[in-house]
């Protein structure tokens, strides 16, 4: 049952995370291709206002396309529709945990929790779970509003394909398919592949 909500939680959360990108795109005058929820071959698609929306198979995040609207935006308009996603989470963090906690402080442990987690996933990550399904239990709106926090930081962090790899692909001008980003791709998927394996330990552990 834990595992299960943890997982509806997330789902919540890259509902939001997208919806906020898609928003933004079509203020600023560009219509997503489409919209996975998830990633993978596709399970099932329906067409609306221009756009596919897909369920894929693999559950984990998501991706609003644009196609080559995005990369004929300016810079700085690229790095709106980018940053929109983790800004509506931040957002939403702040206005469940702002009444009860230290949001700020959430959202700025976030990277340092990752990192400590992910090298010691049997103690320190396992821990953290616990800690957090103990305020899911106590306080449900501020562990929701916690969760928020800490996925909007964390994508912020330079992944490829994560908002904070395409901003600084955005300040460069680097296309996606651009050969300089074949390696730091590379690293940055082998270091997320290391990173979610590890907390998938420490998921697995924690809720043990």
Same mark, same amino acid.
């Given at each position: 049952?834990?595992?299960?909500?943890?997982?509806?939680?997330?789902?919540?959360?890259?509902?939001?995370?997208? %919806?906020?990108?898609?928003?933004?795109?079509?203020?600023?005058?560009?219509?997503?291709?489409?919209?996975?929820?998830? +990633?993978?071959?596709?399970?099932? &698609?329906?067409?609306?206002?221009?756009?596919?929306?897909?369920?894929?198979?693999?559950?984990?995040?998501?991706?609003?396309?644009?196609? !080559?609207?995005?990369?004929?935006?300016?810079?700085?308009?690229?790095?709106?529709?980018? @940053?929109?996603?983790?800004?509506?989470?931040?957002?939403?963090?702040?206005?469940?945990?702002?009444?009860?906690?230290?949001?700020?402080?959430?959202?700025?442990?976030?990277?340092?929790?990752?990192?400590?987690?992910?090298? &010691?996933?049997?103690?320190?990550?396992?821990?953290? +779970?616990? %800690?957090?399904?103990?305020?899911?239990?106590?306080?449900?709106?501020?562990?929701?509003?916690?969760?928020?926090?800490?996925?909007? %930081?964390?994508?912020?962090?330079?992944?490829?394909?994560?908002?904070?790899?395409?901003? #600084?692909?955005?300040? @460069?001008?680097?296309?996606?398919? !651009?050969?300089?980003?074949?390696?730091?791709?590379?690293?940055?998927?082998?270091?997320?592949?290391?990173?979610?394996?590890?907390?998938?330990? %420490?998921? #697995?552990?924690?809720?043990?």
């Amino acid at each position: 049952m834990s595992g299960a909500l943890l997982f509806g939680l997330g789902v919540g959360l890259i509902v939001l995370f997208h %919806a906020a990108q898609v928003v933004c795109g079509r203020a600023l005058g560009i219509v997503p291709e489409s919209v996975g929820l998830f +990633v993978g071959p596709k399970l099932a &698609s329906f067409k609306a206002g221009g756009t596919e929306y897909r369920l894929n198979l693999v559950p984990s995040g998501g991706a609003v396309d644009f196609g !080559d609207q995005f990369s004929e935006l300016p810079a700085l308009k690229q790095c709106l529709v980018v @940053l929109s996603g983790p800004v509506a989470l931040l957002a939403f963090g702040f206005l469940l945990y702002g009444f009860s906690g230290s949001p700020g402080l959430a959202f700025l442990r976030a990277i340092p929790q990752l990192l400590q987690g992910a090298f &010691s996933p049997s103690e320190v990550g396992a821990s953290l +779970v616990r %800690a957090y399904m103990s305020l899911l239990a106590a306080n449900p709106v501020a562990a929701i509003g916690v969760l928020a926090l800490k996925v909007s %930081a964390l994508n912020l962090l330079p992944f490829p394909g994560s908002p904070g790899g395409m901003i #600084w692909r955005s300040v @460069l001008r680097l296309k996606a398919e !651009d050969p300089r980003l074949l390696v730091p791709r590379l690293l940055g998927s082998i270091a997320g592949m290391g990173l979610g394996f590890s907390w998938l330990a %420490a998921i #697995w552990q924690g809720l043990a």
